[in-house]
DNA sequence: CTGGTGACCGCTT
DNA sequence: AAAGCGGCCACCA
């Protein structure tokens, strides 16, 4: 039994993300061991190697933005999926008050 | 093998 | 109050 490197739990938690939600890196981070790994989830989800698996789309900053690096692909394509699931944008920023995934506290 | 970087966040001065 | 820096993990030269 191999135990998962950081990155697997990383690409575990974002796998996870339930359906019209977004995560911060920070709090996936924050879900895989150290807030600080949140740099490491960038990274992770950079190389991103099932994309079909890993919905990196569903990950933004914790201004509700997407990254201004690589878009993703060229562009907002990240924030058009997002739109296609009913997420509301405010301005290119995700609308956090009801979006961001907040782990059921029930 | 060593150094540096990266899709970030929080703390310290 | 604002600005700067460190920290963690993995990969590249």
Redesign the pocket.
């Known amino acids: 039994m191999k135990e998962k ?3 697997e739990v990383i690409y575990d938690i974002v796998c996870q993300i339930p359906y019209g939600q977004v995560a ?3 709090q996936i ?1 924050q879900l895989a ?16 190697p099932d994309p079909q698996r890993i919905p ?2 569903r ?1 933004v ?3 509700g933005e ?5 878009a ?1 692909g060229g562009g907002n394509r ?1 924030i058009e999926l997002l739109e296609a699931e009913g997420v509301r944008f405010c301005d290119g920023k995700v609308d956090m008050d009801g979006y961001q995934w907040k782990k059921q506290r029930f």
Do not use: I
């Open positions: 490197n950081t990155f911060t890196y920070g981070a061991g150290n807030k600080r790994l949140a740099r490491v989830v960038g990274y992770a989800l950079h190389v991103n990196c789309y990950v900053n914790r201004f997407v990254s201004d690096a690589f993703f990240q």
